[in-house]
Antibody, heavy 120, light 112 residues
Framework: DVQLAQSGAEVKKPGESLRISCKGS????????IGWVRQVPGKGLDWMGLIYAGDSQTRYNPSFQGQVTISVDKSTSTAFLQWSSLKASDSAIYYC?????????????WGQGTPVIVSS | DIVMTQTPLSSPVALGQPASISCRSSQSLVHSDGNTYLSWLHQRPGQPPRLLIYKISSRFSGVPDRFSGSGAGTDFTLKISRVEGEDVGVYYCMQATHFPYTFGQGTSLEIK
């Protein structure tokens, strides 16, 4: 079965750094794109960007470019989303999702989400 | 960015009755490769979204056939032929034709 297992909830202070993870299993991780989606509780979905696991090619939403970094470690089939300096407005649930051409580039499998709380 | 506008924002429907959600994009979603990358997702409370429909009308694996998608260009529709209790939640359209990908604001389906 295709699974995306995300790291656990995080509570951080403004200005701190953070890296959350998304480990793929049950499929050839290196042959697919992994995307990240933000959801502020009670609000809608914001697409942040995606990375091709095979060669780390990355496409960012300009709204998030420079605010976050998306990366991948092929050896562990894990994608990452990281911040160098968190703000309170980064508080949200972050989902990873697999994208593939044959599903119309749609996010076909999703992780369970990683809640991030940024508060002083 | 492409703006995706869904209507209605809230839809109370009786069990067994049909439901319909519309999604309109600010630009055509026809890709240069001829495909239209419009999908529909469903999110139940406390759960991640799940894919229902991709490329306008293709049902994803395991999705019941009471869900159907249609449309072209800038206007798209998701229909549920007979609403069941498990269908409650928020439905989102999403376009993956143009970067950045964008979602509609969501339509909340509730049981009347």
């Amino acid at each position: 079965d295709v699974q995306l297992a995300q790291s656990g909830a995080e509570v951080k202070k403004p200005g701190e750094s953070l890296r959350i993870s998304c480990k793929g299993s049950g499929y050839n991780f290196n042959s697919y794109w992994i995307g990240w989606v933000r959801q502020v509780p009670g609000k809608g979905l914001d697409w942040m960007g995606l990375i091709y696991a095979g060669d780390s090619q990355t496409r960012y939403n300009p709204s998030f470019q420079g605010q976050v970094t998306i990366s991948v470690d092929k050896s562990t089939s894990t994608a990452f989303l990281q911040w160098s300096s968190l703000k309170a407005s980064d508080s949200a649930i972050y989902y990873c999702a697999r994208h593939k051409y044959s599903s119309g580039w749609s996010p076909d499998y999703w992780g369970q989400g990683t809640p991030v709380i940024v508060s002083s | 960015d492409i703006v995706m506008t869904q209507t209605p924002l809230s839809s109370p429907v009786a069990l067994g009755q049909p439901a319909s959600i519309s999604c309109r994009s600010s630009q055509s979603l026809v890709h240069s490769d001829g495909n239209t990358y419009l999908s529909w997702l469903h999110q139940r409370p406390g759960q991640p979204p799940r894919l229902l429909i991709y490329k306008i009308s293709s049902r994803f694996s395991g999705v019941p056939d009471r869900f159907s998608g249609s449309g072209a260009g800038t206007d798209f529709t998701l229909k549920i032929s007979r609403v069941e209790g498990e269908d409650v939640g928020v439905y989102y359209c999403m376009q993956a034709t143009h970067f950045p990908y964008t979602f509609g604001q969501g339509t909340s389906l509730e049981i009347k």
